[in-house]
């Protein structure tokens, strides 16, 4: 069975996730029919897309898969992961990407989430950034990305409770772009994406890539950069990052140590 469903219609192309057995859990199967829905819409030369789950949905997605993290000391969000894969493809896609988010939305997820250049969220959307609950170091350029997108001080509470947004606060905290009553959400997105398919497709898909290349223009120097490494290796390294896999496994809580 398809763990993603794609429909292209008047340049429009929607992609479903439909993994509900792992609640649309991001693992490479996935993330592989993600990015092949993507790359269908692009040669049908859609003029924007829509990501979303099933009608109905109480998760959006359960972030990356907790099965396919590492354990053997290796970095959880290299550059080859398939999340950052698929963060790279929706960001410099050439036409807006719409995220059309019914139900909660964890980890990785929400990264995801927010690099669609347009979430429009349900009463029941929320958001939960939650590495401190399974002992992951996130990556310097998925923090930045969410910075780029979340007040510093939202995005510090996110990381360091890893309780979730509701829909109302995700609102006013800038995660979604419109909140919409459950009976108009498809409309309103519909419109949206039919109000964006009717516009010069070159000058938006341009204006997308120029508004992504400039939000990314923060220098880093080398050294820093070594230094942020150096900090990340030692979480993903530590005896925590494995107890809070286990812990998610074993459906139990973690017991932290702080190694
Ligand atoms: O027990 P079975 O085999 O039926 O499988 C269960 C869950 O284990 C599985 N599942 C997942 N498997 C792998 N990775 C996941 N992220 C994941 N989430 C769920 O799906 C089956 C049904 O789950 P269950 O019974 O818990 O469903 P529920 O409806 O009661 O609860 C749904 C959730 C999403 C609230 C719950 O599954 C949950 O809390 N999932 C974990 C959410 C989370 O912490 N995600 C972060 C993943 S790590 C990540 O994204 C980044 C690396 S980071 O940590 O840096 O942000």
């Not at 310097?140 to 947004?165: C, Q, Y």
């Not at 419109?191 to 000058?203: F, G, N, Q, V």
């Not at 938006?204 to 942020?228: D, G, L, Y």
Request: hydrophobic content about 45%; proline content about 7%.
């Amino acid at each position: 069975m398809s763990l993603v469903l794609v429909e292209i219609a008047e340049r429009i192309g929607t992609i479903t996730f439909n993994h509900d057995r792992k609640r649309n859990a991001l693992g490479e199967a996935m993330i592989g029919e993600v990015i092949a829905a993507l790359e269908r819409c692009q040669s049908a030369e859609v003029r924007v897309a829509v990501l979303r789950a099933q009608p109905g949905a109480k998760i959006w997605s359960a972030g990356h898969d907790i099965d396919e993290l590492p354990i053997s000391g290796r970095d959880p969000l290299a550059w080859d992961d398939p999340l950052e894969r698929v963060i790279r493809v929706v960001r410099s896609f050439p036409a807006p990407v719409i995220a059309m988010i019914e139900g909660s939305v964890w980890g990785g997820a929400c990264e995801l989430a927010l690099c669609c250049d347009i979430p429009i969220g349900a009463p029941n959307a929320s958001f939960a950034i939650t590495p401190a609950r399974i002992g992951v170091p996130y990556n310097p350029a998925g923090i930045l990305r969410i910075m780029n997108e979340v007040d510093t001080s939202v995005v510090k509470e996110m990381f360091f409770t890893a309780e979730p947004i509701p829909a109302r606060r995700a609102l006013e905290v800038g995660i979604l772009n419109h909140l919409v009553p459950f009976e108009e959400l498809e409309a309103f997105t519909r419109a949206m994406a039919e109000r964006i398919a009717s516009l010069a497709p070159l000058s938006v898909s341009v204006a997308k890539e120029q508004i992504r290349m400039i939000s990314n223009a923060r220098p880093m120097s080398p050294e820093t950069f070594e230094r942020i490494q150096a900090l990340r290796r030692k979480v993903y390294e530590s005896q925590d990052y494995r107890e809070g896999i286990e812990a998610f496994r074993q459906k139990r809580k973690p017991r932290w140590t702080g190694r």
